[in-house]
């Protein structure tokens, strides 16, 4: 599985943001589909999971501000950051979890300024 994603950018605090991460394959049987993200200097986090059972669960930080949903028919996943906050810059990582094996994608840089 390729994972590509994108729009990430640069935005103010209190602004909003939604990443896609596209899929080179169908995502309606993949177990996981899932967002990290990694601030210079610190380890990866999890932000938000998406399952194929529709179980979503998110980071404590983020709850109430993001929101992850998937498109079957278009093989995507997005984020919806909203209420973004300087301390959410980072890389953010598109992840899927299929046949026990965990795919990546290249990241996607999101810049808050304050």
């Known amino acids: 599985v390729q994972l590509q994603a994108s729009g990430g950018g640069l935005v103010q605090a209190g602004g909003s943001l939604r990443l896609s991460c596209a899929a080179s394959?169908?995502?309606?049987?993949?177990?996981?589909m899932a967002w990290y993200r990694q601030a210079p200097g610190m380890q990866r986090e999890l932000v938000a999971v998406?399952?194929?059972?529709?179980?979503?669960s998110y980071a404590d930080i983020v709850k109430g501000r993001f929101t992850i949903s998937r498109d079957n028919a278009k093989n995507t996943v997005y984020l919806q950051m909203n209420s973004l906050k300087p301390e959410d810059t980072a890389v953010y990582y598109c992840?899927?979890?299929?046949?026990?094996?965990?795919?990546w994608g290249q990241g996607t840089q999101v810049t808050v300024s304050s």
């Open positions: 394959r169908s995502i309606f049987s993949i177990n996981v």
């Open positions: 998406d399952t194929s059972s529709s179980d979503i």
């Open positions: 992840n899927a979890v299929w046949n026990a094996r965990a795919y």
